[in-house]
């Protein structure tokens, strides 16, 4: 398994001998009167509204992410992060599969976690919850987890980058710096933003949201391909893709990596939440 997998191929795998390990990756972030955002987890709507059959919960903040750091979502050490997915069930020959209700980039980022400790064999759910829900499919509210399994971590370097990364990509005519954020936050105009408005300077925008068909669905590979290009993050450029907090960068991420087979792509896993708040970095708004 890896990459795509669609609401008919797990619902036909749901009844096999060996279905995969399912985890529903759902997390909410929730602006605050006073700024900033709150985390909220999928546990409400898998509680009771249901999951699909034999799913597992995962909690991004609480399960893996850095307790050490002092911001959002930031990767453990691949050790720490092999030995978290491992205590939820991932094991070196399981198949996964995740998805999340709403935007597909919270399982997206479980997906890109996997691949940055070298594990293949997981899948995202083409669609998410909503077209498992559109098309009529199965759903339960038993409270599922998954036996502890045995897990190998094999990094692979250059998953992520830091700041200092992507101020040096800033110069490099070989390497382009994509934001995934949504236009308005791009340019600035929207109230929601991460200290700054606007974007790193010098990056161009290629919104998360743009990658999806209106049943949730990705685009085609021709489609995202042309979108990509449009923007000038053609073939043979190193991608750095930052977002708010390493979150909605991994959908652009995996589009390029696992849709487009794409070799030369990185997240600034910390994003615009340490960036905007350091005013020595350079941003831009328009």
Request: hydrophobic residues 45%; aromatic residues 8%.
């Amino acid at each position: 398994m890896g990459g795509l997998i669609s609401t008919a191929e797990l619902a036909a795998r749901l009844g096999g001998a060996t279905p995969p390990r399912i985890f529903d990756c759902t997390t909410f972030l929730r602006p605050r009167p006073e700024g900033g955002f709150s985390i909220e987890t999928g546990r409400r709507l898998y509680d009771e509204r249901g999951h699909i059959p034999g799913a597992a919960l995962l909690d991004l903040q609480a399960d893996l992410s850095d307790p050490a750091s002092p911001l959002r979502f930031t990767a453990p050490a691949p050790e720490a992060l092999a030995k978290a997915f491992a205590a939820k069930g991932v094991g070196d020959e399981s198949d996964v599969v995740l998805y999340c209700d709403g935007d597909i980039w919270w399982a997206t980022r479980v997906w890109w976690l996997l691949w940055s400790i070298g594990f293949d064999r997981a899948a995202v759910l083409d669609g998410g919850l909503k077209k498992w829900l559109a098309e009529g499919r199965a759903m339960e509210t038993t409270t599922r987890t998954h036996a502890p399994a045995a897990l190998t971590a094999r990094p692979r370097p250059g998953a992520f980058v830091d700041k200092n990364g992507v101020l040096a990509a800033l110069d490099d005519g070989g390497a382009v710096v994509v934001n995934c954020l949504r236009a308005e936050q791009h340019d600035g105009t929207s109230p929601i933003h991460y200290g700054r408005p606007g974007h790193i300077a010098g990056s161009v925008n290629v919104p998360a949201a743009a990658l999806f068909n209106p049943d949730n669905t990705f685009k085609s590979p021709a489609e995202l391909a042309a979108l990509f290009e449009a923007r000038h993050v053609a073939p043979g450029k190193r991608v750095l893709a930052y977002c708010g907090g390493g979150i909605a960068a991994t959908g652009d991420a995996f589009a390029l990596t696992a849709l487009l087979g794409r070799g030369d792509v990185t997240v600034y896993d910390n994003s615009l939440q340490e960036w905007a708040i350091d005013p020595k970095l350079p941003m831009s708004a328009g």
